[in-house]
């Protein structure tokens, strides 16, 4: 197994050119993307066993894919061949899950990348006076924004906001940041269903410009030995 600490990434083409994909943490840019954005949303903590770590995080994700499920599945103990974390510390992974996030960052043209963290970044929770709020994180709210001044030419019948709304719509993984095109009509005018129309036309754009991000950072996750072919 391939491993790289935090701080300590210097030699990582080295090793993992050395070792291969035989033993990738990841079968896919997809998941590993979707995984580390979990992890690294997480509290370092020493201590904290990687496993609780993961079913939190994948627990907390409404309406999982079969994916998804597979990989909980996993963490609950049975195996599902897609996700290797064996012989990896909780720092270890963490170190991973970071290199990840950063090649998001550093190696896609902007709209890829606020594709990505829109998609896969996380939900903030606070509990206040007794009530559990949910909220885009900092950084999906920038991701959000910069994909809506990008698609706003392709729309100009719909308010700037709007389409802040409908993207955000798109993304929240959580019931408690939902927002129908109902309420969209209401906020800014005209009728649900022209809402309704262009958001499949928004969702169409938005999932190809995902895939497009994917199939440009797989080749180089690969490359690094953190994804790979297992069984």
Known sequence: ????????????????AAIGNQDAIFSSAEQAVHVAYQITAQQALQDAPLRKL??????SASNMSAEQHAWLQQLRGKPSGRVNFSGL???????QCALIVRAVKTRL??????ALQARFGHTDVEDENGVRRFAFSAERIDAIKGLSDWLAPSFPNLKPFAIDCMI????????????????????FGGNHMAYARGYGKLRERLHELEMVALDRL??????????????
């Open 1 to 16: 197994m391939w491993t790289v600490k935090e701080g300590n990434v210097g030699n990582m083409n080295i090793q993992a």
């Open 54 to 59: 993961l079913i939190r995080a994948l627990e």
């Open 89 to 95: 510390s909780p720092l270890e992974v963490r170190a």
């Open 109 to 114: 043209p902007r709209t890829e990348m606020w």
């Open 168 to 187: 955000g719509k798109l993304y929240a993984n959580h019931n408690g940041i939902e927002i129908s095109f109902r309420e969209l009509a209401r906020n």
């Open 218 to 231: 797989e080749p180089y996750l690969r490359e690094q030995g953190v994804v790979g072919d297992f069984n």
